[in-house]
């Protein structure tokens, strides 16, 4: 078997590693959204904490 093969996969190959790439671009979405979202929540925790000291 060399590498060509491997990689075709007996024609399903487009499809295997379309998934594997759809699946990995998901993950990263993922983790881009989540560490958005920690982001504006630690923001949103300055601003709370800010407004308490000023009363």
Not at 3 to 28: D, N, P, Q, R, T
Not at 29 to 48: C, F, G, M, N, S
């Amino acid at each position: 078997m060399n590498w060509g093969e491997f990689f075709a996969m007996k024609g399903y190959g487009f499809y295997v590693w379309g998934s594997y790439g759809v699946a990995l671009l998901i993950f990263v979405i993922e983790i881009a959204l989540v560490r958005h979202k920690r982001i504006i929540t630690l923001q949103q925790l300055r601003l709370l904490r800010d407004a308490e000291k000023e009363e």
